[in-house]
């Protein structure tokens, strides 16, 4: 029998043809299931989630390494990968070298939480606090190098206060410790921190990001509240092996982007504390690019590292 080789295009056309790996590593998993259920639909064949958290996303990252440059795999990247570019220094695979960009999916601001027992209501107010106390306010995060560790640096740096840092395993840990008012303050992602904002177990003065939240317009920006300058932000998007055939990739980031543009998506996403984004693979790629010194300089400053 002669075999009939495809070209880029024609593979792209049929793709998918077999059910698609999604490697999801550290964070909820809500997004790629909700956008892989609207992709299934399309395209007929399922997009399995294949949840590998831990190590700060490094596991989730070697095993996507490993997979064939086919498209067939997915790895959901977020910010804790262009930190562990920084953190790590012997990993064994490089986001930008290994993986090829496919596209945003979406964006997410962190909360600065008070426990309701702080008497503070705004960062001004917390910031004098802190400075009328120094050493006495502890803020919590998810681990040394994780994004909530490095706005509490950030925080500290820029607002001149000496808070302590106490560091869990997990996010879900660290939240617990804040609202059991063990620990006072905490830079926590909007997914996680929303729910406890609105039942008002937890005070929320500010957002990390440039502007203001769409997911709580009234709360000012961190930058608003006298530290300009101040911006961290989490993300989500979808990296395939390097090597993929440039028309797959370009099929995929087309579908999805079309999927992120569903008010149903767009609505569901935005009560959980997520923005949609959306982008082409280049607009992806700079971004990703980005990303990286803004987190290099975060984590030389805060003295991070993993041995």
Known sequence: MLSVLLTPAAF??????????????????LLPRVVGEKLAAIWGQQLVIDQRPGAGGTIAQEIASKSAPDGYTWLISTAAFTINASLYPNLSSSLVKDFAPVTLLATA??????????????????????????????????????PPHLAGELFKSMAHVAIAHVPYKSAAAATTDLLGGHVQLSFQYAPAALPH??????????????????????????????????????????????GTPKPVIAKISKDT????????????????????????PEDFAAFVKADLPHWARLIEQSGAHID
Do not use: C
């Not at 792209?12 to 998993?29: F, H, L, S």
């Not at 990001?209 to 911006?231: I, N, Q, V, Y």
């Not at 982007?257 to 082409?280: F, H, I, N």
């Open 257 to 280: 982007r079309e999927v992120l543009k569903l008010p149903e998506v767009r609505e569901r996403m935005l009560v959980a504390g997520l923005e949609l984004a959306g982008t082409t």
């Open 109 to 146: 601001t962190f909360y600065l939480l008070v426990h309701p027992s702080v008497p503070a209501r705004s960062v001004a107010e917390l910031i004098k606090l802190a400075q009328e106390k120094p050493g006495k306010l502890n803020y919590s995060s998810s681990g040394i190098g994780t």
């Open 12 to 29: 792209a056309e049929n793709y998918p043809t077999k059910p698609i790996r999604v490697v999801v590593g550290p964070g909820t998993d």
């Open 197 to 242: 904002v609105k039942s008002g177990k937890l005070r929320a003065l500010a957002v990390t990001s440039a502007k203001r939240s769409l997911t709580a317009p009234d709360l000012p920006t961190m930058a608003e509240s006298g530290l300009p300058g101040f911006e961290i932000i989490g993300w989500n998007g979808v990296h395939v092996r390097a």
